[in-house]
């Protein structure tokens, strides 16, 4: 008992740094330091502020280790409810953290340019903004494997009674929240940029409640004893 203990809570520790590494870097470093309609101030904001974008960088790397290590401290006390649904939870975050560990070259190539081009180029405003797209949509493109992942994790989370039913509830609606939200995003820019809050709201609170409730709770302990002997 006391290692599933351990157990969650690491599981809540890792899903803490998931959140709170993906907003500093996206949120925050990104928000402030990017505009993708304007190269010339975009390359002013990197080379201002450098030491900020490449710790948006690093929080980002942080962000996809623990992201990986997540659903395999996660698989130990969800495989007994459902193992199939357990190994395509690990496998789909597996996939989006390959995705997004390669992504992350877009997201560092505008420093290795603007150290070796003059800032006033036209053509290195044009390259920096590629690359700085290509980011964007390289994540939306991961969206779709961490976004289907929510469906195994919500679907094992209402079957296994360790943790309350309306989290697993909400993070079912979530999946389907984050793969609309990517079709969207190919299919129809300015529809998704209205509404990309809104439908991916489910997921952030479903997430959000399952790490409070790691990091508080834990999991129902006697109903896990009661499922591992059955």
């Given at each position: 008992?006391?290692?599933?203990?351990?157990?969650?809570?690491?599981?809540?520790i890792?899903?803490?740094i998931?959140i709170?590494?993906?907003?500093?870097?996206?949120?925050?470093?990104?928000l402030?330091?990017?505009?993708?309609?304007?190269g010339?101030?975009?390359?002013?904001?990197?080379?201002?502020n450098?030491?900020?974008?490449?710790?948006?960088?690093?929080?980002?790397?942080?962000?996809?280790?623990?992201?990986?290590?997540?659903?395999?401290?996660?698989?130990?006390?969800?495989?007994?409810?459902?193992?199939?649904?357990?190994?395509?939870?690990?496998?789909?975050v597996?996939?989006?953290?390959?995705?997004?560990c390669?992504?992350?070259?877009?997201?560092?190539?505008?420093?290795?340019?603007?150290?070796?081009?003059?800032?006033?180029?036209?053509?290195?405003?044009?390259?920096?903004?590629?690359y700085?797209?290509?980011?964007?949509?390289?994540?939306?493109?991961?969206?779709?494997?961490f976004?289907?992942?929510?469906l195994?994790?919500?679907?094992?989370?209402y079957?296994?009674e360790?943790?309350p039913?309306?989290?697993?509830?909400?993070?079912?609606?979530?999946?389907?929240g984050?793969?609309?939200?990517?079709?969207?995003?190919?299919?129809?820019?300015?529809?998704?940029?209205?509404?990309?809050?809104?439908?991916?709201?489910?997921?952030?609170?479903?997430?959000?409640?399952?790490?409070?409730?790691?990091?508080?709770?834990?999991?129902?302990?006697?109903?896990?004893?009661?499922?591992?002997?059955?």
């Amino acid at each position: 008992m006391k290692s599933i203990k351990i157990t969650a809570r690491v599981a809540g520790i890792l899903y803490l740094i998931v959140i709170v590494c993906g907003i500093f870097a996206e949120k925050y470093v990104r928000l402030n330091l990017v505009d993708l309609s304007d190269g010339l101030q975009t390359i002013k904001n990197i080379s201002q502020n450098e030491f900020l974008f490449r710790l948006g960088f690093v929080s980002d790397l942080l962000m996809q280790l623990a992201y990986f290590l997540l659903p395999l401290f996660l698989y130990r006390f969800l495989k007994s409810t459902n193992n199939w649904l357990a190994q395509i939870m690990v496998l789909s975050v597996t996939v989006a953290v390959a995705i997004m560990c390669v992504n992350m070259l877009n997201h560092y190539m505008p420093l290795l340019l603007i150290e070796q081009t003059e800032m006033s180029s036209e053509v290195l405003q044009k390259q920096v903004l590629l690359y700085l797209h290509l980011h964007k949509d390289g994540y939306h493109i991961a969206q779709l494997f961490f976004g289907l992942w929510l469906l195994p994790l919500g679907l094992l989370i209402y079957k296994s009674e360790l943790f309350p039913n309306s989290i697993g509830v909400i993070l079912i609606i979530g999946c389907f929240g984050y793969l609309t939200d990517v079709v969207l995003y190919f299919l129809s820019p300015n529809v998704n940029t209205a509404i990309s809050n809104w439908i991916t709201l489910p997921a952030d609170i479903g997430e959000f409640s399952l790490c409070l409730f790691l990091l508080i709770k834990g999991v129902n302990y006697r109903t896990f004893l009661i499922s591992t002997e059955s």
